[in-house]
């Protein structure tokens, strides 16, 4: 209901829209529509009210709240059910505890701050207010090595639209941190002397798929994708920021966080109905195209070993080749790289 009266008010934004006209319309009483109104003010939407007038939206939250993502979303799956937070420990874990209770495939969780954020290999993840915090809940028919699949579509998803909305050159680091071009301000950055004024590589999004499979088919994927978007670079731990940036450092202003939560979600979407429908080729094919490791000289650490070598492929199945100096190729499946020529 508050949803619908949300609607009503949107449509004329900054007007006023009668107690009587919302009560005709939504078929409630006049004293209920004010609860509503009480409980939205309460969430942090501005309506103020007149007498003989009515009530007029000012202004929204800057939230990610389930109404805001809902508006004039275009997906069939993905949110269609929203689970908003204002802290949580982390959103994968509850998204996990979602799917053991029967939810369906789309649902999302998403929250304002985590306390508890979950990077790649038992790493924290810094998640202070201003980020997108995002965990999709998804139940594909592939087989459990195929997983990681899932993780590049939701990279490719959120590198277009950084791509689409801000204009700003998001690449794909494998597997699955989207990095962009970013302009350096002083001479040193990732321990190397540069020129004032040229571009490095900086994170942006790191994306932790987890999943839940038998021998040969896959239960659920949870996807949980950290975006830094309206982030001062100071919030996060020393050691990190000469290799992070956010959306708002790049290009100077805040974003709508909203409008990226939608059509990051429309993006995922896309790309997940065309692995669908058409396999993993046509993704693989995307991805390669925004690679930035492909044709870079590399340092690969995966489990124990460690690989030093230019980049070279990457297979049907989402593995890395490699070319050592010594001219012989390996592959690895899983892993941290570092970029060593750019
Ligand atoms: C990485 O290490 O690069 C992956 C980071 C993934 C962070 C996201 S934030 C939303 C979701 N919930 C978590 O606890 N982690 C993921």
Request: proline share 3%.
């Given at each position: 209901?508050?949803?619908r009266?949300?609607?009503?008010?949107?449509q004329?934004k900054?007007?006023y829209?009668?107690?009587?006209?919302?009560?005709?319309?939504?078929?409630?009483?006049?004293?209920?529509?004010?609860?509503?109104?009480?409980t939205?003010?309460?969430?942090?939407?501005?309506i103020v009210?007149?007498?003989?007038?009515?009530?007029?939206?000012?202004s929204?939250?800057?939230?990610?709240?389930p109404?805001?993502?809902?508006?004039?979303?275009?997906?069939?799956?993905?949110?269609?059910?929203?689970y908003h937070?204002r802290?949580?420990?982390?959103?994968?874990?509850f998204?996990?505890?979602l799917?053991?209770?029967g939810?369906?495939?789309?649902a999302?969780v998403v929250?304002?701050?985590?306390a508890?954020?979950?990077?790649r290999?038992?790493?924290?993840?810094s998640?202070?207010?201003?980020?997108?915090?995002?965990?999709?809940?998804?139940?594909?028919?592939?087989?459990?090595?195929?997983?990681?699949?899932?993780?590049?579509?939701a990279?490719?998803?959120?590198?277009?639209?950084?791509?689409k909305?801000?204009s700003?050159?998001?690449l794909?680091?494998?597997?699955?941190?989207?990095?962009?071009?970013s302009?350096?301000?002083?001479?040193?950055?990732?321990g190397?002397?540069?020129?004032?004024g040229s571009?490095?590589?900086?994170?942006?999004?790191?994306?932790?798929?987890e999943?839940?499979?038998?021998?040969?088919?896959?239960?659920?994927?949870?996807?949980?994708?950290g975006?830094?978007?309206?982030?001062d670079?100071?919030?996060?731990?020393?050691?990190?920021?000469?290799?992070?940036t956010?959306?708002?450092?790049?290009?100077?202003?805040?974003?709508?966080?909203?409008?990226?939560?939608?059509r990051?979600l429309?993006?995922?979407e896309?790309?997940?109905?065309?692995?669908?429908?058409r396999?993993?080729a046509?993704?693989?094919?995307?991805?390669?195209?925004?690679s930035?490791t492909?044709?870079?000289?590399i340092?690969?650490?995966s489990?124990?070993r460690i690989?030093?070598?230019k980049?070279?492929?990457?297979d049907?199945?989402?593995a890395?080749?490699?070319e050592?100096?010594?001219?012989?190729q390996?592959?690895?499946?899983a892993?941290?790289?570092t970029?060593i020529?750019?």
């Open positions: 209901m508050r949803e009266i949300l609607n009503l008010l949107y004329r900054k007007k829209v009668s107690g009587e006209e919302l009560s005709r319309k939504l078929g409630i009483s006049r004293t209920a529509i004010w609860k509503h109104i009480q939205l003010k309460g969430e942090g939407y501005k009210s007149q007498k003989r007038l009515g009530y007029s939206l000012i929204v939250p800057d939230l990610l709240l109404y805001e993502i809902e508006r004039g979303l275009k997906t069939k799956i993905l949110g269609k059910r929203i937070f802290e949580i420990g982390s959103t994968n874990d998204a996990i505890e799917v053991r209770k939810i369906e495939e789309g999302i929250a304002e701050t985590q508890k954020g979950k990077g290999l038992g790493r924290e993840w998640s202070p207010f201003g980020g997108l915090w995002l965990s999709i809940i998804l139940k594909p028919k592939i087989l459990p090595t195929q997983a990681p699949r899932m993780t590049v579509i990279a490719l998803g959120v590198a277009k639209t950084i791509r909305l801000y700003l050159k998001a794909i680091k494998w597997p699955n941190d989207v990095l962009i071009r302009k350096v301000g002083t001479i040193r950055a990732n190397r002397m540069r020129k004032k571009r490095v590589f900086k994170k942006v999004c790191g994306i932790l798929t999943m839940s499979a038998e021998q040969d088919t896959v239960n659920y994927v949870v996807i949980g994708i975006a830094n978007l309206n982030i670079i100071k919030k996060f731990p020393i050691e990190f920021r000469k290799n992070t956010s959306i708002e450092k790049e290009l100077s202003h805040k974003i709508d966080r909203v409008e990226f939560t939608k990051t429309e993006e995922i896309n790309f997940y109905l065309l692995f669908k429908k396999g993993f046509p993704i693989l094919k995307e991805w390669k195209k925004i930035a492909l044709g870079k000289g340092k690969a650490v489990g124990r690989i030093e070598g980049a070279i492929d990457i049907s199945d989402g890395l080749i490699i050592t100096k010594e001219g012989k390996e592959k690895i499946l892993g941290d790289v970029l020529t750019r």
